[in-house]
Every structure is written in C-alpha cells, then in structure tokens.
C-alpha cells in the first residue's frame, strides 16, 4: 500500500561532478625528496589539492595505509626514512599499499624508467611520470585520471552502456535505474536479485561499477 508513493529515482538524482570541484575535493601527495622536481605551487595554482612530503616515516606511512589520499605520486628512491622503516624504497611502498588495497591509484614519479631492476615498479604502479616533467601535460595527465575515476558522468555513462546491452524495455530499464540510486542515495547494498529480475543477466560489470559511484557521491557530497 505504502509502496505506491514511494519516490522513484533515475540517474538524475545522482548530481554530476564538476573537474573544478572534482580537483577541489580528491587528495593527492607527492613524495619525492627533491621538491624542485614536481610544480607543487604550479598544480595548486591549476585548483588541485595537493600535498608534498620529502621522505615517508612511520606517521606518514599509517596515513598512507589509511587510504588519506585518493592519488599518491611517488618516487622509487630516496623516500623512506630508514631509521625508523628499515631498508625499503619506494617499490617496497608500493607493493605494500597495493596489497592493502588493490584501488589505491599510484603513479611512478622517477628519472629511473630504463632501469631494468626497477621495472616491477613502473608495472604495478597505475600511471608513470618520467622526470623532468612539465607542468601543462601533468595538469592534462592528473584531470584525466581523476576524470576516470573519479567523474560520476563517466561512470553513470558505463551502467547505461552496459544496461542497455542487455535491456530493451524502456520500464525496465527505470527499474534498474531506481534501483541502483535508491541503494546510493538510501546508503544500502544494491539489491542484485532484483537486478537480475529486471533482466539483467550479467550484474558483474553493474555491481563493480555500483560500489565506485556508490564511494564517489559519498565523498562529492558528505566530505
């Protein structure tokens, strides 16, 4: 009974991400020990928000494992304060955020790529910068991956895509659609039962996709 006036959601109840605020809002380190090698001022003039740290110890690693920045650029060597970490370098970092968590984005930041010890490194990582390096292709390269991460446009266009694919009928097509956005906007699990009563039949590609939309609105519009 009550069911009749609930409110019925499509993807244009998710607002759209906007690159300026989308800069605003994702959190990017840069750790190398030598400041001069990144355009720390030069980027943050651009609208990014960016932090720069000389060298990792124990209190930086734990922010890092925290997942307290969504991009991290980091250099191979040179970055880890022994003392207090052992010997390690930037591979060793790496390898470590990335068993923690597989989504951690790192880009490789080193002069070092036709080093064929270090080439685990440069395969792990999601991205590379090759020093020297110059500010405009950095800015084009950071608002392209944050864009294809992070841009709720990009991943609305994905569940379209791959629901289409699969749906033909218009109303059940705006079942799915409320579906999803009312699990994102209500804060539950997506309901994959019901998706596949709607029709669809593969629901891998919408759940994957549904967990990164669900975590991006949570931080466009909660932090």
Request: proline letters at 2%; a negative charge; aromatic letters at 10%.
């Given at each position: 009974m009550f069911g009749f006036f609930d409110k019925k959601y499509t993807f244009a109840d998710i607002p759209l991400s906007d690159i300026n605020d989308l800069k605003k809002r994702i959190k990017i380190v840069v750790i190398d020990d030598n400041k001069d090698s990144f355009p720390i001022e030069t980027?943050?003039?651009?609208?990014?928000?960016?932090?720069?740290?000389k060298i990792i110890d124990s209190k930086k690693l734990k922010r890092l494992e925290n997942n307290e920045f969504d991009i991290i650029i980091l250099d191979i060597e040179g970055v880890v304060e022994i003392t207090e970490l052992g010997e390690k370098d930037g591979l060793d970092i790496l390898k470590s955020l990335k068993n923690k968590n597989s989504k951690q984005?790192?880009?490789?930041?080193?002069?070092?790529?036709?080093?064929?010890?270090?080439?685990?490194?440069?395969?792990?990582t999601d991205d590379f910068l090759k020093?020297?390096?110059?500010?405009?292709?950095?800015?084009?390269?950071?608002?392209?991956?944050i864009l294809s991460h992070y841009s709720i446009n990009n991943l609305?266009?994905?569940?379209?895509?791959?629901?289409?694919?699969?749906?033909?009928?218009?109303?059940?097509?705006?079942k799915i659609e409320n579906i999803i956005v009312k699990a994102i906007k209500e804060e539950k699990n997506l309901d994959i039962v019901k998706i596949i009563k709607?029709?669809?039949?593969?629901?891998s590609g919408i759940m994957t996709i549904f967990v990164t939309l669900n975590e991006v609105y949570k931080k466009l519009n909660y932090e």
């Amino acid at each position: 009974m009550f069911g009749f006036f609930d409110k019925k959601y499509t993807f244009a109840d998710i607002p759209l991400s906007d690159i300026n605020d989308l800069k605003k809002r994702i959190k990017i380190v840069v750790i190398d020990d030598n400041k001069d090698s990144f355009p720390i001022e030069t980027m943050q003039d651009f609208g990014f928000t960016l932090e720069y740290w000389k060298i990792i110890d124990s209190k930086k690693l734990k922010r890092l494992e925290n997942n307290e920045f969504d991009i991290i650029i980091l250099d191979i060597e040179g970055v880890v304060e022994i003392t207090e970490l052992g010997e390690k370098d930037g591979l060793d970092i790496l390898k470590s955020l990335k068993n923690k968590n597989s989504k951690q984005i790192i880009i490789a930041f080193s002069g070092s790529t036709y080093d064929v010890s270090k080439g685990e490194f440069w395969k792990i990582t999601d991205d590379f910068l090759k020093k020297p390096i110059n500010a405009f292709d950095t800015k084009e390269m950071l608002e392209e991956i944050i864009l294809s991460h992070y841009s709720i446009n990009n991943l609305i266009n994905q569940l379209k895509q791959i629901i289409n694919k699969q749906i033909d009928n218009p109303k059940e097509i705006e079942k799915i659609e409320n579906i999803i956005v009312k699990a994102i906007k209500e804060e539950k699990n997506l309901d994959i039962v019901k998706i596949i009563k709607a029709g669809i039949a593969d629901t891998s590609g919408i759940m994957t996709i549904f967990v990164t939309l669900n975590e991006v609105y949570k931080k466009l519009n909660y932090e």
